[in-house]
């Protein structure tokens, strides 16, 4: 599992303690790799998908193909994606069967339709801490090909993302991925089972897309709308959406009396509903 604190690299030919190397892979500081070596962990991972209704899975960062290998015990088509060069030779040289499936790449930046045209396929992955919410606000942007979404996250993320209103832990990835998906904790994983182990315990997840996930109001303003408010968290709507200068008997709704943590997902559709006709 990869956890990424920073782009800085070690010193040119300096190994440091975290660069131990796990078979013919080092565990590099500068990726902030973090192996997973638990393989019931691994395959619990691999199990959070259905593998219905899509033909297409994608892997983000397989390292030493701890997850991958178990991937390819489903009767489902393997794409991997990885940035880190070392790996990638690793899984040409012990997984033969990710012959021309493997995407030197960084996610984040690659076009995903030279892989799977406008398919729709499966995200899994131990995704980088550093980056994984990142990666689900990509995912988000392509929604429309993502019906499923399961991997590994620090706890706390995990938790935030699959957290209902009312909670402190309650915040803009929360309301975004609701909105269009179903959201499930499952379970927690230590850092025990990690080589070098992180400093934080890990949480898996899985996101299913929902049957209906358009919006009944424009989703850019509604992305616009749940990012202004949380902005300023402690404020009320009335004060944090300022920037939208709305009439004032608009605001005089009981809604914009509210703090945005109090509001549900289909509560902030209702307010970006308002908020529309009204919207520059």
């Known amino acids: 599992m990869k956890k990424n604190y920073g782009k800085k690299g070690p010193a040119k030919g300096r190994r440091t303690k975290y660069e131990e190397t796990q078979g013919e892979v080092r565990a590099k500081k500068y990726l902030g790799q973090h192996f997973l070596r638990d393989e019931d962990v691994a395959s619990k991972i691999a199990d959070t998908l259905t593998y219905k209704g899509y033909d297409h899975v994608l892997e983000i960062g397989p390292g030493m193909g701890v997850l991958t290998k178990y991937l390819l015990k489903k009767e489902i088509d393997v794409q991997v994606i990885e940035i880190d060069t070392e790996s990638v ?17 960084d996610f984040l930046k690659y076009d995903v339709s030279e892989i799977f045209g406008m398919d729709e396929f499966a995200i899994i992955g131990n995704f980088p801490y550093n980056i994984s919410t990142q990666i689900v606000f990509k995912m988000l942007e392509l929604r429309n090909y993502i019906p499923e979404f399961s991997g590994m996250f620090q706890k706390e993320v995990a938790q935030r993302i699959c957290e209902k209103e009312g909670s402190k832990a309650y915040g803009i990835l929360s309301v975004l991925v609701q909105a269009f998906y179903e959201a499930e904790y499952l379970f927690t994983v230590p850092p025990t089972v990690f080589d070098p182990p992180p400093k934080v315990d890990s949480g898996v997840l899985r996101l ?12 850019r303003l509604f992305f616009r709308v749940v990012k202004t408010a949380f902005q300023q968290r402690r404020k009320t709507l009335r004060n944090s959406l300022k920037i939208f200068d709305l009439p004032e008997d608009i605001k005089e709704d009981s809604i914009f009396g509210l703090r945005p943590e109090q509001l549900s997902t289909a509560r902030f559709i209702e307010l970006t509903q308002i908020i529309e006709p009204h919207a520059v």
């Open 89 to 105: 030779v690793y899984l040409q040289e012990n997984y033969p069967v990710l012959e021309g499936k493997i995407h030197e790449k």
């Open 208 to 219: 299913t897309r929902k049957a209906d996930f358009s919006l009944p109001c424009d989703e």
